[in-house]
């Protein structure tokens, strides 16, 4: 549950539409819900302003499934990451209006009211073999109702493809960059802007850079004091850190308007 919807909940019980026994029963669950495979957290998104999301990998279609739709049962956005075709196939029997995106194996399920966009995220990657990780970044910072540009292929090895962007840097409140090889790009784009980057390694590379590796370390050790690093090929992770930053940079630019 969000705060918007525990208010209209209780908005509801003051009307009368919703007797207190009902909203009772509807609040009953939090702070979660044990549906026997899972425990799921409908209580995060009011600790943290963001929901709990499924890490599909690793269970099956009828699990992510089950968890899905007791996720959209409370009207939340749902989102789950490194799914399938058949568990996204699983998930869509159940929730026609789930989304699969291939690309990203992401599936979302978009519930919550059209509302403004809460910061700006850029998502850039080295190559176009990271694109799955990078849109995976993007299609979760734009379930959590952040502005997203993408900038990809404008990698270390042609320098000036970087460049020919870089008035769409700078309007960002934070760069997520996904990059594999010898993961160099994140320190170049720190120098040219002045936001927090998020940079991931990728585990695009021939055998020495050790399925990720070599770029996690090279980003590690960037000389680009901004950059902050996530693990390998997790675009999930760094979405929902630049989604913060992002929403923090919003709250602060209109503070300081009023």
Same mark, same amino acid.
């Given at each position: 549950?969000?705060? $918007?919807?525990?208010?209209? @909940? ?5 009307? =009368? ?11 009953? +669950? ?9 425990? &799921? ?8 302003? *963001? ?8 269970? $099956? ?32 029997? *159940? ?11 992401? &599936? $979302? ?14 998502? *850039?990657? #080295? ?9 995976? #970044? ?16 404008? =990698?270390?090895?042609? @320098?000036?493809? @970087? ?12 760069? &997520? ?6 993961? #160099?790009?994140? +320190? ?50 760094? #979405? ?19």
């Amino acid at each position: 549950m969000t705060p $918007t919807s525990i208010l209209e @909940l209780l908005a509801e019980v003051e009307r =009368g539409s919703v007797t207190p026994e009902e909203g009772a029963a509807r609040l009953a +669950s939090l702070p979660f819900e044990d549906i026997g495979h899972t425990r &799921i957290d409908h209580h995060r998104s009011l600790r943290t302003g *963001l929901p709990e999301v499924i890490y599909a990998a690793g269970k $099956t279609p009828e699990q992510v499934a089950q968890i899905f739709l007791h996720m959209a049962m409370r009207g939340t956005d749902v989102l789950a990451t490194r799914a399938t075709r058949p568990t996204a196939e699983a998930v869509q029997n *159940l929730l026609p209006g789930a989304v699969y995106h291939e690309l990203a194996r992401a &599936i $979302t399920l978009r519930q919550s009211a059209s509302r403004p966009t809460q910061g700006h995220v850029a998502v *850039l990657c #080295a190559g176009t073999s990271d694109l799955p990780v990078a849109e995976e #970044a993007a299609v979760t910072a734009e379930l959590f109702n952040t502005r997203v540009t993408r900038l990809y292929d404008v =990698g270390v090895a042609g @320098l000036h493809r @970087l460049l020919a962007v870089r008035e769409d840097l700078v309007t960002a409140d934070a760069v &997520i960059v996904c990059a594999g090889m010898e993961g #160099a790009l994140p +320190s170049v784009v720190g120098g040219l802007v002045g936001v927090p980057v998020l940079a991931v390694p990728t585990s695009v590379g021939y055998g020495a850079s050790f399925a990720g590796a070599a770029a996690l370390l090279g980003m590690l050790n960037s000389c680009s004091p901004n950059v902050s690093v996530v693990n390998i090929d997790n675009g999930f992770g760094a #979405a929902y850190t630049a989604t913060l930053i992002a929403r923090a940079s919003c709250r602060a630019s209109s503070s300081s308007h009023t």
